[in-house]
């Protein structure tokens, strides 16, 4: 048999087997195939023009994709940054059409079509399959103008309106909108039905834009949030003190993530209960004051985990409470940690070092981070880094090839070591593989305690458990798929 003699359903159902690339291409074969290629859903699931999808051919092509979806849900993104009359003509008459389908949305677009975007995002019908809605207008830089918000058009109840036009606005129609990411965009101090769902709201700004105030605008707006991330220059906190009640709904937070210039890292922290929000990211930390206010209802036992960042730009710091549950992270920029700085993390220096009962390191980080950890007082400064009370250690060994990781060779000083843990961690394959002789190697540059070894992921030759148990009192093998 042929393969133009098969049924058009088992062919169907072959090219749903196929990736978005290869079933472009089918679709090209020949008409008979175009429909059925067409017809495969991760086709026209997924829709985003970016800056070179911007032209008659290309844009022509997606609202092919977009109407062999028929009126099935879609996720919807634009990402051009330039200028071209096609904008208006064709993709923000895309946007249009994919607002009524869409479960996510993501715009973003130069600041000349702010306009022509926001009138597109209210279609008569609303957006009822919604979940997840971005939206961030960008323009060319100007670094000697400083923004005071608001910065564009506010957001429009009817935006996101859910149900027919003639619905009673006090009776909000069901959404389920979750997660809302808003740049460079003024939101409204009033309620918005839709938004009354959102448990997560992205409110981020320019790096020189100025607000005069806490945005207390953003609870009005969204007065489920539960996960806040808010960045942007500087806030003046002109109408501070707060009251309780404003107070209380940053103490409700289950998260929140600063990212602000450093006078107003500080400002936050003396203004707002910062110290009682559950979970903290913080972006911009300077200063032995910040760091005070924002570990202190933190205390023994802590854990510490150090972790690269996924741009490799940045690494985070995190440290959890046991007793009070409460987790700050701090992000820290490479380029601060040079010799003699004085602009690197207080938690790395040794007045730390008595609270942690874990520490928990990752191999691709261990080599950097090794210099800036903290030396014994009684010791030369060249001395081993050294945590004289940590039990526990937990080392991430990270590879994303199939062969056998060397673990760190700079060594650190745990007297008080008790239990070594090494964590495989692979995209690809969800485990690791390590040599035994390299394991009890490693242990060794810690402590000569006798101690006991978790592996979970990291992978040993079963016949070099004996090389293992010659070293550690215990070996325990907690690989997730066991």
């Given at each position: 048999?042929?393969?133009?003699?098969?049924?058009?359903?088992?062919?169907?159902?072959?090219?749903?087997?196929?990736?978005?690339?290869?079933?472009?291409?089918?679709?090209?074969?020949?008409?008979?195939?175009?429909?059925?290629?067409?017809?495969?859903?991760?086709?026209?699931?997924?829709?985003?023009?970016?800056?070179?999808?911007?032209?008659?051919?290309?844009?022509?092509?997606?609202?092919?994709?977009?109407?062999?979806?028929?009126?099935?849900?879609?996720?919807?993104?634009?990402?051009?940054?330039?200028?071209?009359?096609?904008?208006?003509?064709?993709?923000?008459?895309?946007?249009?059409?994919?607002?009524?389908?869409?479960?996510?949305?993501?715009?973003?677009?130069?600041?000349?079509?702010?306009?022509?975007?926001?009138?597109?995002?209210?279609?008569?019908?609303?957006?009822?399959?919604?979940?997840?809605?971005?939206?961030?207008?960008?323009?060319?830089?100007?670094?000697?103008?400083?923004?005071?918000?608001?910065?564009?058009?506010?957001?429009?109840?009817?935006?996101?309106?859910?149900?027919?036009?003639?619905?009673?606005?006090?009776?909000?129609?069901?959404?389920?909108?979750?997660?809302?990411?808003?740049?460079?965009?003024?939101?409204?101090?009033?309620?918005?039905?839709?938004?009354?769902?959102?448990?997560?709201?992205?409110?981020?700004?320019?790096?020189?834009?100025?607000?005069?105030?806490?945005?207390?605008?953003?609870?009005?707006?969204?007065?489920?949030?539960?996960?806040?991330?808010?960045?942007?220059?500087?806030?003046?906190?002109?109408?501070?003190?707060?009251?309780?009640k404003q107070l209380d709904r940053v103490?409700?937070?289950?998260?929140?993530?600063?990212?602000?210039?450093?006078?107003?890292?500080?400002?936050?922290?003396?203004?707002?209960?910062?110290?009682?929000?559950?979970?903290?990211?913080?972006?911009?930390v300077d200063g032995e004051i910040t760091?005070?206010?924002?570990?202190?209802?933190?205390?023994?036992?802590?854990?510490?985990?150090?972790?690269?960042?996924?741009?490799?730009?940045?690494?985070?710091?995190?440290?959890?409470?046991?007793?009070?549950?409460?987790?700050?992270?701090?992000?820290?920029?490479?380029?601060?940690?040079?010799?003699?700085?004085?602009?690197?993390?207080?938690?790395?220096?040794?007045?730390?070092?008595?609270?942690?009962?874990?520490?928990?390191?990752?191999?691709?980080?261990?080599?950097?981070?090794?210099?800036?950890?903290?030396?014994?007082?009684?010791?030369?400064?060249?001395?081993?880094?050294?945590?004289?009370?940590?039990?526990?250690?937990?080392?991430?060994?990270?590879?994303?090839?199939?062969?056998?990781?060397?673990?760190?060779?700079?060594?650190?000083?745990?007297?008080?070591?008790?239990?070594?843990?090494?964590?495989?961690?692979?995209?690809?394959?969800?485990?690791?593989?390590?040599?035994?002789?390299d394991v009890v190697a490693f242990a060794?540059?810690?402590?000569?305690?006798?101690?006991?070894?978790?592996?979970?992921?990291?992978?040993?030759?079963?016949?070099?458990?004996?090389?293992?148990?010659?070293?550690?009192?215990?070996?325990?093998?907690?690989?997730?798929?066991?």
């Amino acid at each position: 048999m042929s393969i133009a003699q098969l049924p058009a359903e088992i062919l169907a159902e072959t090219f749903t087997y196929l990736r978005w690339g290869d079933t472009s291409r089918s679709a090209r074969v020949c008409k008979a195939w175009q429909p059925l290629a067409f017809a495969n859903p991760f086709y026209s699931r997924d829709i985003v023009i970016n800056t070179g999808d911007v032209n008659a051919e290309a844009l022509a092509f997606h609202w092919t994709r977009f109407r062999f979806g028929g009126s099935k849900p879609i996720h919807f993104g634009i990402q051009y940054l330039g200028h071209s009359r096609l904008v208006e003509k064709e993709l923000i008459r895309m946007l249009r059409a994919a607002v009524p389908r869409a479960k996510e949305i993501y715009v973003t677009i130069h600041s000349f079509y702010r306009m022509d975007v926001e009138r597109a995002l209210c279609p008569s019908g609303g957006a009822p399959h919604l979940e997840n809605f971005l939206i961030n207008y960008k323009t060319e830089d100007e670094p000697h103008l400083d923004y005071y918000m608001p910065l564009g058009k506010n957001l429009e109840d009817k935006m996101f309106r859910c149900g027919p036009d003639d619905e009673p606005p006090s009776v909000p129609s069901p959404c389920p909108l979750k997660c809302a990411m808003i740049y460079n965009t003024m939101m409204p101090s009033k309620s918005i039905a839709s938004f009354e769902s959102v448990t997560e709201l992205w409110f981020n700004n320019v790096w020189n834009t100025h607000m005069d105030d806490f945005p207390w605008f953003l609870f009005d707006c969204c007065p489920n949030v539960r996960h806040l991330r808010i960045a942007g220059g500087a806030i003046f906190f002109r109408n501070a003190p707060y009251s309780e009640k404003q107070l209380d709904r940053v103490r409700a937070l289950d998260m929140l993530d600063i990212h602000f210039q450093s006078d107003t890292m500080r400002g936050l922290f003396t203004h707002l209960p910062l110290n009682e929000v559950k979970e903290l990211h913080l972006v911009g930390v300077d200063g032995e004051i910040t760091y005070e206010h924002a570990l202190s209802r933190m205390s023994y036992p802590l854990v510490i985990e150090i972790a690269s960042g996924e741009d490799r730009v940045e690494f985070n710091i995190t440290v959890r409470c046991k007793q009070s549950g409460l987790v700050r992270h701090f992000v820290e920029p490479y380029s601060n940690y040079f010799p003699n700085s004085g602009n690197t993390n207080e938690l790395l220096l040794d007045c730390f070092m008595d609270q942690i009962s874990e520490l928990r390191l990752q191999t691709s980080i261990w080599s950097f981070v090794n210099p800036w950890l903290p030396r014994d007082e009684h010791m030369p400064p060249e001395s081993v880094p050294y945590y004289p009370t940590v039990p526990r250690l937990v080392v991430s060994v990270e590879s994303e090839a199939p062969h056998v990781v060397s673990l760190p060779t700079e060594p650190l000083s745990l007297p008080k070591l008790e239990w070594l843990v090494l964590k495989g961690t692979s995209v690809e394959y969800g485990f690791v593989y390590v040599d035994a002789r390299d394991v009890v190697a490693f242990a060794n540059r810690l402590t000569t305690n006798p101690l006991i070894l978790e592996l979970c992921g990291a992978i040993v030759p079963q016949s070099s458990y004996d090389i293992l148990r010659s070293r550690f009192q215990e070996v325990h093998m907690n690989h997730p798929w066991m």
